[in-house]
C-alpha cells in the first residue's frame, strides 16, 4: 500500500514538472477532452437531473409539514453544488473514464507498447499520462458545472408539480439565489478539481503497473475505480472540514 503510494507520488511529481510541454500534447489533450466531456455530458446530466429531484421529493413534504417549503430551494441548491454534484460527477468519471484510462495504459505496459516508446526515447509520461491528467482535471470541473444548473432545474420543478411542497419554480430559484453564492459554486469546482487529479493519478498508476496479460488488466482496472472511489469519499471528508475551516 506505501509503495503505490509513493509511487504515485513520484508519478504526480513527474507529471507536474512536464507541465511546459503540454502544449506539444495539445492534440492529444484536446482528444482526451472530447472523450471525456463531451461522451459523458448526457449521462452527467440526466444523472444530475434526477439527483435534483429525488432530494426535492425526499425533503420537500418535511419542509412543507414544517411550513418551511419555500426554504427547499436553498438546501437542493447547497447540497448540490457543494456535495453532491462534485462527488457523483466524479464516481460516475472514475467508472467510465479511470476505468479507460487504466486498460488503455495497462495493454500497452502487457503488450510492451511503451518499452518501445522508451526505445524512440518517448517519455511515456508525457505522452501517455500527461494529456489525461490535463484533460480529466479540465473536463471534470465543467461537468460539474452542468450537473449543478441541471440538478437544480430538477429540484425545482419536482417541488412545482409536487402538490405536497406547494411552490412556484419561481419562488424555488428566489430561495436558491438567497441562499447559494458563488463561494459555494466555487467549494464544489474545487473539490471536483481535486477529484479529477485523484482519478487521472490513480488511473494512470495502475495502468503502468499493469503485469500478467489480459487478467492483469482487469484487476488494474478493478483497482483503478475502486481505489479512485475510495479516496473520493475520503478526500471528500477531509475536504469539506478544511474549507468549513476557512469560512469560519
Known amino acids: 500500500m506505501f509503495e503505490n503510494v509513493g509511487e504515485m507520488i513520484v508519478l504526480f511529481w513527474r507529471t507536474f ?5 503540454v502544449f506539444r500534447q495539445r492534440h492529444k489533450v484536446f482528444d482526451q477532452l472530447f ?6 455530458l448526457l ?15 425526499q425533503t420537500g413534504p418535511v419542509l412543507a409539514e414544517r411550513g418551511l417549503s419555500s426554504a427547499i430551494g436553498g438546501l437542493v441548491g447547497l447540497s448540490i453544488c457543494k456535495e453532491l454534484a462534485p462527488v457523483m460527477m466524479s464516481v460516475l468519471i472514475a467508472g467510465r473514464i479511470g476505468s479507460a484510462m487504466a486498460a488503455e495504459i495497462g495493454s500497452m505496459r502487457v503488450y510492451q507498447e511503451i518499452d518501445a516508446l522508451r ?4 517519455n511515456p509520461i508525457h505522452y501517455l499520462v500527461l494529456p489525461r491528467m490535463i484533460a480529466i482535471s479540465i473536463a471534470l470541473p465543467i461537468l460539474v458545472i452542468f450537473a449543478i444548473l441541471i440538478g437544480w432545474f ?5 417541488a412545482m408539480f409536487n402538490e405536497e411542497i406547494g411552490i412556484t419554480f419561481v419562488s424555488f430559484l428566489s430561495n436558491l439565489r438567497d ?17 479529477a487529479v485523484v482519478i487521472g493519478l490513480v488511473s494512470c498508476h495502475q495502468g503502468l503497473v499493469t ?15 475502486v481505489n479512485s472511489i475510495v479516496l473520493i469519499l475520503i478526500l471528500d471528508y477531509f475536504l469539506t472540514r478544511f474549507l468549513l475551516y476557512l469560512e469560519e
Do not use: Q, W, Y
Open 179 to 195: 441562499v447559494v453564492d458563488l463561494g459555494d459554486v466555487a467549494n464544489g469546482l474545487f473539490k471536483s478539481f481535486v477529484f
Open 35 to 40: 472523450e471525456i466531456g463531451n461522451a459523458s
Open 17 to 21: 514538472k512536464a507541465l511546459p510541454l
Open 211 to 225: 503485469i500478467g496479460g489480459p487478467r492483469g488488466i482487469g484487476r488494474s482496472v478493478t483497482k483503478a475505480v
Open 119 to 122: 526505445t524512440m526515447n518517448i
Open 43 to 57: 449521462m452527467a446530466c440526466i444523472l444530475s437531473l434526477f439527483i435534483g429531484g429525488v432530494i426535492a421529493l
Open 154 to 158: 430538477g429540484g425545482g420543478m419536482v
